[in-house]
């Protein structure tokens, strides 16, 4: 019982800790690289982090927190989101939130899946820590040229690319972005991934 209690413990002030950190990088310069087009954002890290450590439903609440933080960044903060809110609030709320709960839902759902695998065993920590920006990416332009490639806005960015179809301007737009964020999860996430899980192996 004391034990069952302790890992309760250990799981609610780290999720409290990831929860403080997502919300700092939020707000903060260190959550986002500012480009001129699309945002790196480096929060993928604690949400892989958190998937992987604490498990799938961790890693939904933690996506949450993310996408929430990034639809508060288009009242003003992101020129990028702003312009999206402007044309519908209801789909950049899905294209910022749902695209983020999806993610760390399914980075600790996969983690468990590495880690039940003969293979992949070893790696399963960094393979679900390289999957968490590949699928926010994914994920998030996937829902982006679902809701807006047909708006004036997109269909300007993306004619000023010369994206000839949905999947051209996907590849074009997202370009450093997306290979920045996938080097800086798997380099980053991984570390403290691992660096956590021995923690919470060695308190339980």
Do not use: H
């Not at 004391?2 to 919300?23: F, H, P």
């Not at 708006?151 to 290979?179: E, H, K, R, S, W």
Request: charged fraction near 10%; proline fraction near 3%.
């Amino acid at each position: 019982m004391e034990n069952k209690k302790n890992i309760n413990t250990v799981y609610m002030v780290e999720m409290a800790l990831l929860i403080a950190i997502i919300l700092l990088m939020a707000f903060t310069p260190i959550g986002y690289i500012r480009t001129l087009g699309l945002e790196i954002t480096l929060i993928v890290v604690p949400v892989a982090v958190g998937a992987v450590t604490l498990g799938p439903a961790a890693g939904a609440v933690l996506g949450a927190v993310f996408g929430i933080t990034s639809y508060i960044q288009c009242f003003g903060m992101s020129p990028f989101g702003a312009v999206l809110l402007s044309i519908n609030p209801v789909y950049t709320f899905i294209v910022c939130v749902f695209s983020r709960v999806l993610m760390g839902w399914l980075t600790g759902w996969l983690y468990q899946v590495f880690l039940k695998s003969s293979l992949l065993k070893k790696v399963s920590v960094a393979l679900a820590n390289l999957c968490c920006p590949l699928m926010n990416t994914l994920f998030f332009m996937g829902t982006l040229t679902l809701f807006f490639y047909q708006t004036d806005y997109i269909q300007g960015i993306a004619q000023g690319m010369g994206a000839g179809n949905p999947l051209i301007f996907i590849l074009l737009f997202v370009g450093v972005n997306g290979l920045v964020e996938a080097v800086a999860c798997f380099v980053v996430g991984s570390a403290i991934s691992q660096a956590l899980k021995k923690a919470v192996k060695r308190t339980s």
